[in-house]
């Protein structure tokens, strides 16, 4: 099993920046991927980066160029740098870890791009 903890959500004007940040409880190179997902009111929860162990990573075509997947070996984590964030960004966003057939999930943090 695995564990997940996400930080760094909040408020941002459209336009602007942020770092989500994901901490699983085991060591990230035993886990088969690793990844981003995003739920808004009313929608079904999408992809938004998943990064391999191997490191490949894949972005749903909404985010290409504007978000990037990253992970920290010595600190052990995840990372997704949000850049040039518009307001059908808003959402909740959930770190993921696929672990031998079986997705495991954080408790989500929320992002909301608003003037």
């Known amino acids: 099993q695995v564990q997940v903890v996400e930080s760094g959500g909040g408020l941002v004007q459209p336009g602007g920046s942020l770092r989500l940040a994901c901490a699983p409880s085991?060591?990230?190179?035993?886990?088969?991927?690793m990844g981003w997902f995003r739920q808004a009111p009313g929608k079904q929860r999408e992809l938004v980066a998943r990064?391999?162990?191997?490191?490949?990573?894949n972005y749903a075509d909404s985010v290409k160029g504007r978000f990037t997947i990253s992970r920290d070996n010595t600190k052990n984590m995840l990372f997704l740098q949000m850049d040039s964030l518009k307001p059908e960004d808003t959402a909740v966003y959930y770190c993921?870890?696929?672990?031998?057939?079986?997705?495991?999930w954080g408790q989500g943090t929320q992002v909301t791009v608003s003037s």
């Open positions: 993921s870890a696929d672990l031998m057939g079986v997705t495991y």
């Open positions: 085991r060591n990230i190179f035993s886990i088969d991927a």
């Open positions: 990064m391999f162990s191997g490191g490949s990573t």
